[in-house]
């Protein structure tokens, strides 16, 4: 059986995602694919996956034709479901929900896709984002709807030892926009440093997708803050590089703090956790999935500086809650989060649609 998988632009976590899931599945007898409609700066993960980038109707035309796929999988473009058929494509549709940040711009979005999902779509999918389940039930009676969690490999992805930093470091990572949240992260930071003198910040970004005002907001407030001095920005780390940062992060005393007001299925949770390097975040609804408080990692309430703060330094000197923490996000990830599992349920919709 053959598959396309298809998104805007490969960056960030549906990179991640798009070349775990070709590879895994390869083991399987399922041959899939990528096709983005945008460069982006996850080209330079790609270690094999068969991967397209345009936006050319014939030059898609044609990949669809050699490929010959039995189904398709659109992150959510639902608007490109009449232009595959338009193309010539007969197969199976699947819309896929990831995440869409604030949940009214999620409804707002998934209410325009009705017409497109009814018309077109065979089935549903997202990673068990309760929010999301809720809207495709509400929305879509009588599409069939498949809602589990992504995975990770967290055997080729994992824990690296190498140089300890020399100050402990807490690390974000995310697109420079306001669900993500950046300026939680900061006060955080800023906080923390009253506590931790030597505490440095570490932000993991993708200045490509970055919205232009959201950055120079975040400059001002650097500046505000008096940040500069702590702050280090890393733009584009290839992907299989993030295990060492990880890796250091968890052995310098951090951790990651993910501040997101709504997310999907954060991998990037996952890379942490797999690498032992214990994560704070805020309780929504796909971070939920990934964190069991004070046994897979820490939650706060989003907006709740003061407890991020008590629940980051608690983290930090809690020594013996901090290596359970790290043991058990990494058995987590490798029990409930693994390969196998996944691509028995993806393989089990593919049949089923």
Not at 9 to 18: E, F, I, K, Y
Not at 97 to 102: L, R
């Amino acid at each position: 059986m053959n598959v396309l998988f298809v998104f805007y632009v490969p960056s960030g976590g549906m990179d991640t995602l798009n070349r775990l899931r070709c590879k895994a599945l390869a083991r399987y007898g399922i041959h899939a694919s990528c096709l983005y409609f945008h460069w982006g700066a996850g080209v330079q993960n790609n270690d094999g996956v068969p991967m397209y980038i345009t936006n050319n109707d014939e030059e898609i035309r044609g990949i669809l034709a050699a490929g010959n796929y039995d189904v398709i999988v659109v992150t959510t473009d639902h608007k490109s479901f009449p232009r595959f058929r338009q193309l010539g494509y007969t197969g199976k549709l699947v819309l896929e929900i990831q995440g869409y940040g604030a949940k009214e711009y999620a409804r707002q979005q998934l209410i325009e896709a009705i017409p497109y999902v009814n018309t077109y779509a065979s089935a549903l999918l997202n990673p068990s984002t309760p929010h999301i389940a809720a809207l495709f039930r509400e929305l879509f009676p009588n599409i069939p709807q498949y809602n589990f969690p992504n995975f990770f490999d967290s055997e080729s992805f994992t824990y690296r030892p190498g140089p300890i930093p020399e100050r402990p470091v807490i690390a974000w990572l995310g697109r420079m926009e306001d669900n993500k949240n950046w300026r939680e992260f900061l006060h955080i930071g800023y906080q923390m440093s009253f506590y931790v003198p030597d505490l440095k910040l570490w932000v993991f970004e993708d200045p490509n997708l970055s919205i232009p005002h959201e950055r120079e907001q975040f400059d001002s407030v650097v500046h505000q803050l008096g940040l500069h001095s702590r702050l280090i920005m890393h733009s584009n780390v290839p992907n299989h590089q993030m295990q060492h940062y990880f890796s250091a992060i968890g052995d310098s005393g951090g951790f990651v703090c993910n501040t997101s007001k709504v997310e999907g299925g954060p991998l990037s949770v996952l890379e942490a956790m797999s690498c032992r390097c214990p994560v704070l975040a805020t309780n929504s609804d796909g971070v939920a999935l990934c964190i069991r408080h004070n046994e897979t990692g820490k939650n706060y309430t989003l907006g709740n500086i003061a407890q991020a703060v008590q629940e980051g330094l608690d983290l930090m000197h809690n020594a013996p809650l901090r290596e359970n923490i790290r043991s058990g996000a990494l058995k987590r990830v490798q029990t409930e989060f693994n390969p196998h599992l996944y691509c028995v349920r993806f393989i089990d919709m593919l049949y089923h649609i």
